[in-house]
């Protein structure tokens, strides 16, 4: 039903609710009178532009460019919401457009992770001479200051996926490390630490790797590798593995090593050339050398040789070289798959 219809069909003039009280009890169970976070979301679904221009009567009836008029209740779904504004956001082509979204419709908790995550990607694809251009303009914008606002009192009811995602583009978009909001969130952080799932905890890390080593982010370092090293045990996937290696470095004690390599070796047929190219490349910005592991990798990176671009395969050889690793089956193939490119 259009919102036009609607308007025609259950309008409302406010002096006619007292009309609406007198009438018998009997009578009244023809009109509803609905929640009023229920008629929100209804408008919403119908015409999410007009979010923010709803204000709500002590009436259970919701005002609208002067118009009064009731919903029926449970036509409205959360889900349908959160996909028309990130409908809406996809269509933001700056991270000012963004803003201006931000400003002109409020985003909810589950949907402030997404607006960062816009800001940051449309920043990302401009040249860095309009990236450095838009990150200045958005510490000066004052919709900025207002959606950090929402993402600090919005962080209690934040699930932790989108938690880690806000810190790691706020981290991007230049927010400054001693800032209150970033504080809080590496704070929340580390008292949801041992409820982080994978994800979570790879898009933390790659967050912590950005920041400089304040107290809190150190406290939040000191706790993964404790949890890390808790769980090494009972890791399961690749990426869990990955994680460890990310997180112990190149400097973790010996016997944590050992407990890597075993995992790696249980873990060999799981292992894709995705993963294998992924390992190395973390092995070596960690500076961490193991030979077992590295074997299992180039195994699995010559057996699926001619599914690598070559431009991959040079970074692969390059990650190797400081790695200080050699594997004549794995040269040999690269330097076929060279010959034959340029022939």
Not at 102 to 126: D, F, G, H, V, Y
Not at 230 to 255: W, Y
Request: overall charge neutral.
């Amino acid at each position: 039903m259009s919102l036009n219809v609607m308007r025609r069909s259950l309008r409302l003039s406010v002096n006619s609710w007292k009309t609406f009280s007198d009438i018998s009890q009997s009578s009244r169970r023809h009109f509803v009178r609905v929640d009023e976070t229920m008629v929100a979301k209804e408008l919403a679904s119908i015409n999410r532009p007009v979010r923010s221009q709803w204000q709500n009567s002590s009436l259970g009836t919701l005002q609208l460019n002067d118009s009064v008029f009731s919903l029926e209740e449970g036509s409205s779904d959360p889900k349908n919401e959160e996909l028309l504004y990130y409908e809406l956001l996809e269509e933001c082509n700056s991270p000012l457009e963004v803003l201006e979204l931000s400003q002109r419709q409020p985003p909810l908790p589950a949907e402030i992770s997404n607006c960062l995550t816009r800001m940051w990607t449309c920043a990302k694809m401009a040249s860095e001479e309009q990236r450095r251009r838009h990150l200045q303009l958005i510490l000066k914008h004052p919709g900025f200051e207002l959606l950090l606002q929402n993402a600090m009192t919005s962080l209690g009811v934040m699930q932790n996926e989108d938690m880690a995602y806000s810190l790691l583009s706020m981290v991007h978009l230049g927010v400054p490390e001693k800032s209150r909001v970033v504080q809080m969130y590496l704070r929340t952080c580390q008292e949801r630490l041992n409820d982080l799932d994978e994800k979570s905890l790879s898009i933390l890390v790659s967050c912590l790797e950005r920041l400089d080593n304040t107290a809190n982010v150190n406290a939040l370092k000191r706790g993964l590798r404790l949890l890390v090293e808790a769980r090494l045990e009972e890791m399961e996937s690749v990426s869990a593995l990955q994680i460890a290696v990310r997180v112990l470095g190149g400097d973790m004690p010996l016997d944590i090593k050992r407990k890597i390599e075993r995992k790696a070796f249980q873990m060999a047929e799981r292992f894709d050339v995705s993963n294998a190219q992924y390992l190395i490349f973390t092995m070596a910005d960690m500076g961490f050398r193991s030979r077992p592991l590295l074997d299992i990798c180039s195994q699995r990176i010559v057996e699926n040789m001619a599914e690598i671009p070559l431009k991959r395969l040079l970074k692969v050889t390059a990650a190797f070289r400081e790695l200080r690793y050699k594997n004549v089956a794995l040269m040999s193939a690269v330097s076929d798959r060279k010959a034959s490119a340029i022939a």
